[in-house]
């Protein structure tokens, strides 16, 4: 499976239709005068918010989008009709910059947004008529459309981003919170691209939270499957560092810190977000050893720590109600 959240497309609007040269000829009328009809305008390309996409699948098999052109102007006058304006739905959280100067076109959240407009429409010889110029046999071309090839990337929009080394244990915590059902399996990586599931609490309060693949380190210099990764986090509120302790998962403070270090390199934004650290799968640890563990990384970090477990339950609602209130405190902008 590949990660699918950058793709480049090229897109065009259409081009307008050109004026038409005619003269009216009737029956009684042996000098009728220029009755050209102007073209049609040609059909804008329209980037839409559709909030149900999470991904930018549809656009890596097809890479070329094309409004239709305006119709030509015909005689008696006749207008011809505009071109259809193509609509091309993106998930939010879309940022659409030009592949050519890397110049950022717009940041798709909500609504719509034209990004390429239609060719103006030529005008018939009759807009050309005038006491001196009675029989202009010339109309005006349609104006070609605007064409630009562009960079499509998804940056995810949550609330709290789960990060954590390769089988930390995000995807099954974010599967036993919410109704999200990423695949869980014993072994690194098994998360190829980022999972969102919202939570919902009893006092009907909620927040969308985001599972993003495992970090590894050299993930700032794009190693594994780095920056792609790393984008995804930079929109939440908050950060939820979740280290395992199976015996397999390793030194947990060298887990802290390798995360701490990629998101610190990657950029001065994602290492000043707030976060909370939690220990997953204590379900496999004795009462001594939890203990243990906890108070090493507090001397070591300062940083309380809770415990957890998707397999028991346990620590899952004091998890929530934590990252719930500051979820809140990030959106009232207290923290």
Do not use: W
Not at 66 to 95: F, I, N, Q, W, Y
Not at 155 to 170: M, Y
Not at 249 to 262: C, I, K, L, N, S
Not at 283 to 304: N, W
């Amino acid at each position: 499976m590949r990660f699918i959240d950058r793709v480049n497309i090229r897109v065009e609007s259409g081009a307008g239709g050109n004026g038409c040269v005619s003269f009216r000829r009737e029956k009684y009328v042996p000098r009728g005068g220029p009755d050209g009809g102007d073209g049609g305008r040609g059909g804008d390309v329209v980037f839409r918010v559709d909030s149900h996409l999470s991904t930018l699948i549809d656009y890596r098999y097809k890479r070329e989008y094309h409004a239709s052109d305006g119709k030509h102007g015909m005689g008696s006058r006749m207008t011809g009709r505009d071109g259809e304006t193509l609509v091309l739905d993106l998930p939010p959280g879309t940022l659409v910059t030009d592949a050519a100067t890397g110049h950022v076109v717009v940041d798709l959240t909500e609504g719509e947004y034209t990004v390429a407009r239609g060719g103006r429409a030529g005008r018939g010889n009759a807009r050309f008529a005038t006491p001196t110029r009675r029989a202009p046999r010339f109309a005006e071309e349609g104006r070609s459309g605007e064409a630009m090839d562009l960079m499509l990337e998804l940056k995810l929009i949550a609330d709290v981003g789960i990060v954590g080394l390769p089988n930390a244990g995000k995807s099954t915590l974010i599967s036993t919170i919410s109704a999200a059902r990423p695949k869980v399996a014993d072994y690194p990586f098994t998360t190829l691209v980022p999972n969102l599931g919202v939570v919902r609490m009893e006092d009907h309060r909620g927040f969308v939270v985001a599972d993003v693949p495992g970090l590894i380190e050299g993930a700032h210099e794009g190693i594994g499957l780095g920056h792609q990764f790393l984008r995804h986090v930079e929109r939440t509120s908050v950060l939820l560092h979740l280290i395992g302790m199976a015996p397999t998962d390793g030194d947990p403070m060298v887990a802290f810190q390798t995360v701490r270090h990629e998101l610190e390199a990657y950029g001065e934004k994602l290492a000043q977000k707030h976060f909370i650290v939690a220990f997953a799968k204590v379900d496999l640890l004795d009462e001594d050893s939890r203990e243990s563990a906890a108070e090493k990384f507090a001397d070591e970090t300062g940083l309380k720590v809770l415990m957890v477990s998707a397999a028991t339950g346990e620590g899952l609602k004091t998890l929530v109600g934590d990252l719930a209130e500051f979820v809140e405190r990030a959106g009232e902008k207290e923290i």
